[in-house]
């Protein structure tokens, strides 16, 4: 019965009949094939083949556009050379919105793992040569027979050559690569703690903080654009300058036992990070060696080098690096965020530089053990690093950065307010630790924020303006200690850490990024 009305939906017709029943329908065979010449482009006399005009998308440079076509003996009309260039679509151009980045990771390539080390290195002989100052200071003093003022222009001199490393970092990246980069920032801290390792007039020390601060400039502007685009940056910039903070750590201790048990001259200590650094010199110039080939980013270079040439007139000049620079001073991003950083480099440096002579001349401490607090501040920023720059990622490194640094307001308050050495120290390593996290959150949020192009001179700038507060404020708190005394660090310190609320709360919302 199914098939009975299924088969009413059919009906069968029978095909047309044919005069001639017997005949069947072939089809036509093919004809054959002829050879045929059609003469579309005559060509001048004594050629044989057409010179291809130079093709490029854009409007044409050797002149406007004419009619350039040729007619064919059926009168149509080929396109000529000013048509195929109208339809032509031009150079692709980077831009922020467009496509997906392919995002390296610690192990992919396998030479990142290397790399990441030699910058953690580096980082941690930073660290060494920024927090022995700290520990120094009143020997370096009694040594040259000099004040507070007068021993505040190493600070000075190392926030000059931070600055001065923003305007050429991103061209010299450019120019002669990482791997090059990273020799010329190496050797100019070689040239400088080979300076201070001679015990010159004091002068002179002056003038080797000079390239110890240029040459660490450069080397974090590498460093941070590198550790910001790796899978799970937080962790990565969190590890990077966790080294920084190992290297903070212990240097304020071997520093203090070489001038105290030893009898040392205090600059004996700068043997140890010249080793340090000359050892980086060979090894990160080996991992950075091929970065470009391996990542692609030489032949994004010589497309983009190519793409401007066509595009651009001859007449018309590429803007100058300084002039990029400039550009990028324009970017909300970059102001706050140079703002942000130089109250965080002044809070920490002033903490870390005074808080010792804080404690010997207004505490009444013992210099060989109060030399040791110093020790404690970094190893507080170090484990914040380590330990809560994953937490943070979790979090939302925008909310985690605000409750770190009202909580460093409250604990630098109480080591103003209370009269026990003991609790001082204690409450000194817990605002190192929650100031820990906050410089790798902060690159977290300015690099999702920047164009990947302009990271390098953005994160320049920041790291470099930002990290003149760490000039401006010891020194600030050096003249106002000399005046008034040493307990001037304390409001100058919680009054930074208002300014890094401000700062922070003035930053673009920036989504995750989606790996």
């Known amino acids: 019965m199914a098939s009975h009305s299924f088969g009413s939906f059919i009906d069968i017709e ?7 029943p017997d005949a069947a329908i072939i089809p036509t065979a093919p004809q054959k094939a002829h050879e045929r010449i059609y003469h579309s482009v005559p060509l001048p006399q004594g050629q044989n083949a057409i010179e291809l005009d130079y093709f490029q998308g854009g409007p044409k440079p050797n002149g406007p556009r004419g009619e350039s076509g040729y007619n064919t003996p059926s009168g149509t009309r080929t396109p000529g050379v000013a048509d195929l260039e109208m339809s032509s679509p031009t150079t692709p151009i980077e831009h922020e919105q467009a496509g997906v980045d392919i995002v390296q990771s610690f192990s992919n390539p396998p030479m990142n793992r290397f790399r990441m080390l030699a910058i953690c290195l580096m ?50 990246r450019a120019q002669i690569g990482r791997a090059k980069t990273l020799l010329f920032s190496t050797s100019l801290q070689i040239i400088g703690l080979v300076m201070i390792v001679c015990t010159p007039p004091f002068p002179v ?48 201790l071997m520093a203090t036992a070489m001038v105290t048990s030893g009898g040392l001259v205090f600059s004996r200590f700068y043997i140890i990070p010249l080793a340090v650094t000359a050892f980086n010199l060979i090894f990160a110039s080996w991992t950075f060696w091929h970065y470009e080939s391996e990542t692609g980013q030489d032949l994004l270079t010589t497309i983009q080098r190519t793409a401007s040439q066509l595009q651009n007139s001859p007449g018309t000049k590429e803007p100058g690096q300084f002039a990029n620079m400039l550009g990028v001073l324009k970017s909300k991003t970059v102001i706050l965020g140079a703002l942000f950083i130089f109250a965080y480099q002044g809070a920490e440096v002033s903490i870390s530089g005074w808080v010792i002579s804080f404690l010997i001349k207004t505490r009444h401490g013992n210099p060989a053990a109060v030399g040791y607090v110093t020790s404690g501040f970094w190893g507080g920023i170090t484990l914040g690093r380590f330990l809560l720059s994953h937490p943070a990622h979790k979090i939302g490194e925008k909310l985690f950065v605000y409750g770190m640094v009202v909580g460093a307001t409250v604990f630098e308050l109480l080591v103003w307010q209370v009269p026990n050495v003991i609790g001082d120290a204690v409450a000194v390593a817990i605002v190192g630790l929650l100031l820990g996290p906050v410089y790798p959150c902060a690159t977290v949020i300015f690099s999702r924020a920047i164009v990947r192009k302009d990271q390098m001179s953005s994160l320049s700038v920041i790291s470099a303006f930002g990290s003149s507060g760490g000039a401006v404020a010891p020194f600030t708190t050096g003249i106002l200690a000399q005046a008034a ?21 003035g930053l673009p919302n920036v989504r995750k990024r989606t790996e």
Do not use: Q
């Open 205 to 252: 020390i002056v003038v080797s903080f000079l390239f110890l601060g240029l040459g660490e400039a450069i080397g974090l502007a590498i460093g941070n654009t590198f550790a910001a685009n790796l899978h799970n940056a937080t962790s990565m910039l969190g590890a990077m300058h966790g080294s920084y903070g190992i290297g903070g750590t212990v240097a304020p």
């Open 485 to 505: 005394g040493t307990f001037v660090l304390h409001p100058i310190a919680i009054g930074l850490f208002g300014v890094m609320l401000v700062c922070w709360y």
């Open 14 to 20: 029978s095909s047309p009949t044919s005069s001639h």
């Open 123 to 172: 980082l941690f002989g930073n660290g060494m040569m920024d927090s022995a100052p700290g520990a120094l200071i009143p020997y370096i003093e009694k040594h040259y027979n000099i004040g507070y003022a007068i021993t505040s222009l190493i600070f000075v001199t190392n926030a000059v050559g931070f600055i001065s490393a923003a305007v050429f970092v991103d061209a010299l």
